[in-house]
């Protein structure tokens, strides 16, 4: 009987699994409990983010939690997000014909895309908002862009566009423009 070698990204796929599950559901789960703020609500918004992305700033809102609270969270899972990407596309990019595939139709969107093409990587920052958050990093892969530049310039129009949406969602611009 053949002895079965684990493949060596297993190693570098558990790490991202890991700080994944730390940045999405324990660090906004911990904030929950010191800031007195619902658990029931708090994953209920993690879910939302996780499905709807920043369009989940108004549902965390909506369940009553604090607005800067909100924009924690929000950050937390795209954070978490964002960085589960890089390590698996830097883990299974060239071992996963899956992943491969993947990465391949994120490069294709970046040639559509006249955001990307314009402004290159500074494009990301409207990109989050027209393409998504999950598009982002593996655009930012694919072209080999510097990852610090990249989460940096993600989290910057998400961290923005989630503050619009929650400003907009309490009446503060509607104050504001009156």
């Known amino acids: 009987m053949a002895s079965d070698v684990i493949p060596p990204y297993i190693r570098q796929v558990t790490g991202a699994i ?30 939302s983010t996780l499905i709807i992305e920043y369009g989940a700033a108004p549902i965390g809102i909506g369940l009553g939690l604090h607005p800067v609270f909100v924009l924690l969270v929000l950050s937390c899972v795209a954070l978490g997000i964002i ?71 993600i989290m910057g129009g998400f961290i923005t566009i989630s503050a619009i949406l929650i400003l907009v969602t309490l009446g503060v611009f509607g104050i504001i423009f009156h």
């Open 18 to 47: 890991i700080q994944g599950v730390a940045l999405i559901l324990l660090i906004p789960c911990a904030a929950a409990f010191l800031l007195a703020q619902p658990l029931p609500a708090t994953l209920a918004l993690i879910t």
């Open 83 to 153: 960085l589960f990407m890089f390590d698996i596309f830097d883990a299974l990019g060239r071992h996963s014909e899956r992943v491969a595939g993947f990465l391949a139709r994120a490069e294709e969107k970046v040639h559509q895309s006249t955001l990307i093409s314009k402004y290159g990587i500074f494009g990301l920052i409207p990109c989050v908002l027209t393409l998504g958050l999950y598009v982002c990093p593996p655009v930012s892969w694919a072209l080999a862009w510097r990852r610090d530049q990249a989460i940096f310039l």
